[in-house]
C-alpha cells in the first residue's frame, strides 16, 4: 500500500474517531431530550424532536470541529482567515438535514415515534449519509492540504541590472549579502 492511500486511510481512522465521540455525546443528548431516562417525567423537548435533534448535535458539532482541527486533519493548516469555521459549520447545518430528513420520514411518513425508530432513522441511516457527505466535503473545503508551488516564478521589473532576475527565472534564495544591502544570486 502506497504512502497516500496509508495518509488517507490514517485520517478516515482519526475522523471517525473525532465523529464517534461527537457522536455519543450527540446520541447521549438527543435521548435525553426527546425520550428522558425517567419514564415518571416527561422528557424535556419530547414533542420537539427536531429542536433536540439540532441542539444535540450542535454540542456534536462543536466537539468535531475541535477533533477535526487538532487531531483528524492535523496535517492541513487552516487557509482560511477563520481556521474553516464558517465553512465547517455551513457544511454541518448542510448535512445535518440528511438525518433530520430520514427522522421526518420515519415520524411523519411511517408513523413511528418510539426511540428505536428514532435512533435508527436519525443515528444510523441519516448519521452514514451525513458522514459521507462531511467527510468529502471538510476534506475539499474546510481542511484542504496546504498548496505546494515548487516551480514559483515571480514577475520582476527588468531594470537591465545584471543582478535582477529576469520574469522567465525561477525564484532563487539570496546567497551573498556582504559587499551591498542587495542580494546577488549564487552562480550556477
Avoid at 9 to 25: K, N, P, Q, S, W
Avoid at 115 to 137: Q, T
Amino acid at each position: 500500500m502506497g504512502t497516500r492511500w496509508r495518509h488517507l486511510l490514517a485520517e478516515v481512522g482519526r475522523f471517525l474517531t473525532v465523529g464517534g465521540v461527537a457522536t455519543i455525546v450527540a446520541l447521549f443528548l438527543f435521548n435525553l431530550l426527546v425520550h428522558g431516562f425517567n419514564t415518571e417525567h416527561k422528557a424535556l423537548l419530547d414533542d420537539h424532536v427536531f429542536v433536540a435533534y439540532v441542539v444535540a448535535n450542535t454540542v456534536g458539532m462543536l466537539i468535531s470541529y475541535r477533533g477535526s482541527r487538532n487531531w483528524a486533519f492535523r496535517d492541513r493548516p487552516p487557509r482560511q482567515a477563520d481556521g474553516g469555521r464558517l465553512a465547517f459549520v455551513i457544511i454541518n447545518v448542510i448535512t445535518m438535514s440528511l438525518p433530520i430528513g430520514c427522522l421526518a420520514i420515519s415520524r411523519n411518513v411511517l408513523g413511528l415515534a418510539d426511540p428505536v425508530s428514532d435512533n435508527v432513522s436519525a443515528n444510523v441511516i441519516g448519521l452514514f449519509l451525513g458522514l459521507v457527505a462531511r467527510f468529502y466535503l471538510f476534506r475539499t473545503f474546510v481542511f484542504r492540504l496546504p498548496l505546494h508551488l515548487p516551480h514559483l516564478t515571480l514577475p520582476h521589473l527588468t531594470s537591465g541590472d545584471p543582478d535582477v532576475e529576469s520574469p522567465a527565472d525561477p525564484v532563487s534564495e539570496p546567497t551573498d549579502r556582504s559587499t551591498s544591502g542587495r542580494a546577488r544570486p549564487s552562480a550556477p
